[in-house]
């Protein structure tokens, strides 16, 4: 078998910074022609022994930050790393590391990443079977540290995952008519991809596992300094696919009138409630 594409050890997860920067390197030509939006898909991306130590910590699940079980995302559910074992918490310590930055920089010409250290939305993610993520496009700015968002890494941990069994990560194009490719979430498979409020993707196709296995995923958002107060922030926004049964959110397009009619500075104050009442 061939070495994966990044050279992380198992068992202290330091990578080389110069080798990290020259593997992104091998790969920025193919990421940043890619369109409709810069992606890229990346078999044998770390070390197996890593991913597979990953799957033995997370047999056993504590009870999960959030939970999604709607029409856009079902059976959805996400897990900070703080609250995993030690081995997969250091393994996301590492994933906001210079290392794994200075790959992330080369390969995608984004330069000043910002890691997260609230992980806010990221951690472990699991679909159970009847599950899926409609396509869509991610919030767009961090409320905390208040930087934009650039970047999503995905990294699957699914042994033997076969097409028909659903969960494949689609890309769309911007005018949400054609899907423009499809990964399957197989293990070791690293998909990463640049964010806008038109970059639209997700995993809509109905989990289906014959071994009522789940589909489970690390992932990673990343973000810069270069959000500014002209900007207009905004949730996930979900897009129904032409032709099939999708629903539009028509909570978020609620909210998006009520912070289209409220200024802005009354809106960031009262968007709390907004999300508690249901708007």
Same mark, same amino acid.
């Given at each position: 078998? !061939? !070495?994966?594409?990044?050279?992380?050890?198992?068992?202290?997860?330091?990578?080389?910074?110069?080798?990290?920067?020259?593997?992104?390197?091998?790969?920025?030509?193919? #990421?940043?022609?890619?369109?409709?939006?810069?992606?890229?898909?990346?078999?044998?991306?770390?070390?197996?022994? =890593?991913? +597979?130590?990953?799957?033995?910590?997370?047999?056993?699940?504590?009870?999960?930050?959030?939970?999604?079980?709607?029409?856009?995302?079902?059976?959805?559910?996400?897990?900070?790393?703080?609250?995993?074992?030690?081995?997969?918490?250091?393994?996301? $310590?590492?994933?906001?590391?210079?290392?794994? =930055?200075?790959?992330?920089?080369?390969?995608?010409?984004?330069?000043?990443? =910002?890691?997260?250290?609230?992980?806010?939305?990221?951690?472990?993610?699991?679909?159970? +079977?009847?599950?899926?993520?409609?396509?869509?496009?991610?919030?767009?700015?961090?409320?905390?540290?208040?930087?934009?968002?650039?970047? +999503?890494?995905?990294? %699957?941990?699914?042994?033997?995952?076969?097409?028909?069994?659903?969960?494949?990560?689609?890309?769309?194009?911007?005018?949400?008519?054609?899907?423009?490719?499809?990964?399957?979430?197989?293990?070791?498979?690293?998909?990463?991809?640049?964010?806008?409020?038109? *970059?639209?993707?997700?995993?809509?196709?109905?989990?289906? +596992?014959?071994?009522?296995?789940?589909?489970?995923?690390?992932?990673?958002? #990343?973000?810069?300094?270069?959000?500014?107060? *002209?900007?207009?922030?905004?949730? *996930?926004?979900?897009?129904?696919?032409?032709?099939?049964?999708? $629903?539009?959110?028509?909570?978020?397009?609620?909210?998006?009138?009520?912070?289209?009619?409220?200024?802005?500075? =009354? %809106?960031?104050?009262? !968007?709390?409630?907004?999300?508690?009442?249901?708007?």
């Amino acid at each position: 078998m !061939s !070495s994966p594409l990044l050279s992380m050890d198992p068992e202290n997860f330091e990578m080389d910074f110069k080798v990290a920067r020259a593997a992104g390197k091998t790969l920025a030509d193919q #990421y940043q022609s890619a369109q409709p939006y810069n992606y890229i898909g990346v078999d044998n991306f770390l070390n197996p022994e =890593i991913l +597979n130590r990953v799957r033995s910590d997370i047999e056993d699940l504590p009870e999960a930050e959030s939970s999604f079980d709607r029409a856009q995302e079902r059976l959805k559910t996400s897990y900070l790393p703080e609250r995993l074992p030690v081995y997969t918490r250091q393994l996301f $310590q590492a994933f906001n590391g210079r290392a794994f =930055i200075g790959f992330l920089e080369e390969m995608t010409g984004i330069q000043g990443l =910002i890691p997260d250290p609230y992980f806010h939305g990221a951690g472990i993610h699991r679909v159970a +079977n009847g599950g899926h993520l409609d396509i869509h496009a991610d919030f767009n700015l961090h409320s905390v540290m208040k930087v934009e968002r650039r970047l +999503n890494v995905l990294l %699957y941990l699914n042994p033997e995952w076969k097409e028909e069994w659903g969960g494949s990560f689609e890309v769309w194009d911007k005018q949400m008519e054609n899907k423009v490719d499809s990964f399957v979430p197989v293990f070791n498979r690293m998909c990463c991809f640049s964010t806008g409020s038109d *970059t639209f993707h997700g995993n809509p196709e109905t989990v289906a +596992n014959p071994n009522g296995d789940p589909r489970l995923s690390i992932a990673l958002y #990343y973000y810069t300094a270069t959000w500014d107060e *002209t900007r207009k922030s905004h949730t *996930t926004l979900f897009k129904p696919r032409p032709g099939t049964a999708d $629903q539009a959110d028509k909570r978020i397009a609620r909210r998006a009138k009520i912070q289209d009619v409220v200024p802005p500075f =009354i %809106y960031r104050r009262i !968007s709390g409630k907004l999300h508690k009442i249901g708007l």
